[in-house]
């Protein structure tokens, strides 16, 4: 296939019709129009500002709480990688591009003996994710942590957004959805380097334990109601090991679903939608999605 749109010229590289599966975490879903991985930041916002406003436009981290559908997406994703993630710091503060993985950022603060960002360590996203997602894990997440950031509008525009603008709550931020966040400032505490090392690894033993890494998923599937774990309820609707196609139910954790090799985004979303039902109807809870799921069907 040719190019689809009428692009602006860009530093950064541009691809086309290229297929989302290998870029997420299910391994599952279509193909996008146009794939493209800005230099840096002035390069996004001179994009997005030529870019035909019909076009749509969505921003990818490292899918690991994405499920794209098998239609794809019409449009442009917006990849931001290896540009996007220097890491700087200046006493206890850490600034990172959003295409750092959590867990380098993790490493990073560890190395300058700055507790408070340990948690990071169990999140296999990127900070762009983070930020959108309010990402956590051990009783801490980023609005803990978090100073400030910087994101480019749909329009080309750059802002610097507060905690007041991110008005985080569980696994959300309230940032209007066309933000694409370019990176992220952290605060942290003085803290023991050793100390720092040992509660990182506990972190990584205790989900090597508890969720199945290295497998095909999305991580948690739903968000956790008030006062109720997902999972519990999931398992106490008999929905454990539960299969739709090749997409099922993790046996280690059943708030995680697994491609299992075979799955379409189909079969996994009717998984989801299946549970469900199964949950509503054995609790009255209404489980709400904390995957984030894009594309045509
Ligand atoms: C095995 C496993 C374990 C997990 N454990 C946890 C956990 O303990 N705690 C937790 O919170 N999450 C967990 N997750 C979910 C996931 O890692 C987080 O939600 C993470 O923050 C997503 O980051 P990502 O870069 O992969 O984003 P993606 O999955 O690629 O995208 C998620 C959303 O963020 C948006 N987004 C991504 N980058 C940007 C950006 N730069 N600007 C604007 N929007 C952006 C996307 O458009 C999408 O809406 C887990 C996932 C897996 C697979």
């Not at 602006?8 to 794939?35: H, Q, Y």
């Not at 700087?88 to 990172?96: K, N, P, Q």
């Not at 334990?209 to 008030?226: C, D, H, I, V, Y």
């Not at 993790?250 to 075979?262: A, L, P, R, V, Y």
Request: aromatic letters at 8%; hydrophobic letters at 35%; one cysteine or more.
């Amino acid at each position: 296939m040719g190019q689809p749109y009428n692009l602006p010229e860009v530093r950064g590289k541009i691809e086309f019709n290229k297929s989302l599966a290998k870029l997420t975490w299910f391994k599952v879903g279509g193909s996008a129009d146009v794939i493209y991985s800005p230099e840096d930041s002035e390069d996004l916002a001179h994009f997005l500002k030529n870019l035909d406003p019909e076009i749509a436009v969505m921003t990818l981290g490292v899918g690991s709480n994405l499920l794209v559908r098998d239609g794809g997406f019409r449009g442009v994703v917006i990849r931001l990688g290896r540009k996007f993630s220097k890491i700087e710091t200046d006493g206890m503060i850490l600034t990172a591009g959003a295409g750092t993985p959590d867990i380098i950022l993790s490493q990073k603060a560890r190395d300058h003996s700055i507790t408070g960002l340990e948690f990071l360590r169990g999140v296999p996203g990127t900070i762009g994710g983070a930020l959108k997602m309010n990402a956590g894990a051990y009783g801490s997440d980023i609005s803990e942590i978090f100073v400030s950031c910087a994101a480019v509008d749909r329009l080309g525009n750059i802002h610097i957004l507060t905690a007041d603008d991110m008005d985080f709550s569980y696994r959300h931020s309230s940032c209007p959805d066309d933000f694409i966040f370019t990176s992220g400032t952290f605060k942290g505490r003085t803290g023991d380097k050793q100390e720092i090392a040992i509660r990182m690894k506990e972190i990584a033993a205790a989900r090597e334990e508890a969720q199945p890494l290295r497998s095909r998923t999305g991580g948690s599937s739903f968000k956790n109601p008030q006062g109720k774990s997902a999972w519990k309820l999931i398992d106490g609707a008999g929905c454990r090991g539960l299969k739709v196609g090749g997409a099922q139910i993790s046996e280690k954790h059943c708030n995680f679903m697994i491609n299992t090799g075979s799955a379409t985004a189909e079969d996994i979303e009717l998984l989801g939608e299946t549970v469900k039902a199964r949950v509503f109807e054995d609790s009255g809870i209404s489980l709400e999605w904390e995957i984030k799921r894009v594309g045509d069907k």
